[in-house]
């Protein structure tokens, strides 16, 4: 995490907020809260279009925000096999900061959240906390989750009810022991009856998300398109990013335009959807199919010069790409006594550091970052 100091101060530098040095250095030895509320206090005039907008002019209107770290899965592509240190419980946000970092983001133009985690059902308030959020429609459009759906049947209808319009769920086979594997867990069944729950609820479509990796799922993807002949499912197979802790390999990586020949050898040419600017999904339709089937190709030609997406992190860092290192916690200056203002200064400051694009699969997995869990999927 950025040592809040020096960030601010570097980024009063570069910007030559203060033209009066003696100003900048007469606050230094104060307070964190003194410095921050002088830094917010000064004449920097910010339309609200531009506190999520970066220097490449990338507006950022869609917030992914991690509810735990926690998850009933060990999946070998997000957590180490040997698990992770978790956070101390009052380290990770708490349903009222989340609801107040939303409404912060959502004032600034954010139309779409989605929970995550680790499994972000296991938090026993994340009925409550979709039920806040709720009340910040119609200005925000969107509320989704991400889910390993295990828990999903269960707590289906609280999340339509409270406000939840859009589900991925997460599942890498359709073989039951292969899932057992993959994961190193139990509940395939779950999983497959959560799907098909979430079909019944009104879930259009319900959004499948697997991770394809060689020599392990690879051969299963025609089986996945298969799902989609007759149920408004969008299948999303991604390709195999590399995260600490999950032994990525070139080996394992099939990318995109590998995954489509296979799938063209059983089902024939595929037939290109419209997507729209930000979509992360290369969106394609086998002929006569009700559902659809996309790629999320982050490694071989990645998006990033439409991204839209911010990230917070359980423990409330703002993460403002995924591959990148550099954090800065909103939870801390919260709980120092920032006001939404102030907040807004260091979120419009972190966007507008973030990189034109991510360092290149072989480069990313060299670097350090969270496991993928840590930080939200």
Not at 87 to 105: G, V, Y
Request: positive net charge.
């Amino acid at each position: 995490v950025l040592n809040f100091s020096n960030f601010f101060k570097q980024s009063l530098k570069s910007r030559n907020i203060f033209n009066n040095k003696t100003l900048l250095f007469n606050r230094i030895n104060l307070s964190k809260n003194v410095f921050y509320r002088s830094f917010c206090s000064t004449n920097i005039e910010k339309k609200n279009s531009q506190i999520l907008t970066d220097t490449f002019d990338r507006f950022h209107s869609y917030l992914r925000i991690s509810l735990t770290e926690r998850c009933n899965l060990r999946c070998q592509y997000c957590m180490p096999e040997e698990g992770v240190q978790l956070s101390q419980k009052d380290k990770i946000l708490t349903t009222e900061e989340i609801f107040r970092l939303t409404k912060i983001f959502v004032e600034e133009g954010v139309n779409k959240v989605r929970f995550t985690g680790g499994e972000p059902l296991v938090r026993k308030d994340v009925v409550e906390i979709i039920s806040q959020v709720n009340t910040l429609k119609p200005k925000l459009e969107n509320i989704a989750i991400t889910t390993n759906g295990i828990l999903l049947a269960r707590k289906l209808q609280d999340l339509k009810i409270a406000g939840l319009t859009q589900l991925n769920i997460s599942l890498d086979t359709l073989d039951s022991d292969k899932f057992t594997l993959i994961t190193r867990r139990l509940g395939f069944k779950n999983v497959m009856d959560s799907i098909n729950l979430a079909i019944e609820a009104g879930y259009n479509p319900v959004k499948v998300n697997c991770v394809v990796m060689k020599n392990l799922n690879e051969n299963e993807l025609p089986d996945f398109v298969s799902m989609t002949r007759d149920k408004p499912i969008d299948i999303r197979f991604i390709e195999y990013m590399p995260f600490d802790g999950n032994k990525w390999s070139d080996n394992k990586f099939v990318e995109y335009r590998d995954m489509i020949k296979i799938i063209e050898n059983k089902f024939g040419k595929l037939e290109r959807d419209k997507n729209e600017l930000n979509d992360t999904a290369k969106t394609f339709r086998v002929n006569g199919h009700v559902g659809t089937v996309s790629f999320i190709t982050s490694m071989s030609d990645h998006f990033c010069s439409t991204c839209n997406r911010l990230r917070i992190t359980a423990d409330g860092n703002l993460k403002v790409c995924l591959f990148g290192a550099t954090e800065v916690s909103l939870r801390d200056m919260m709980r120092q006594g920032a006001t939404n203002d102030e907040l807004k200064t260091i979120i419009s400051t972190a966007v507008k550091r973030k990189k034109e694009k991510h360092a290149g699969m072989y480069n990313i997995a060299n670097q350090k970052n969270r496991p993928m869990i840590l930080i939200g999927g």
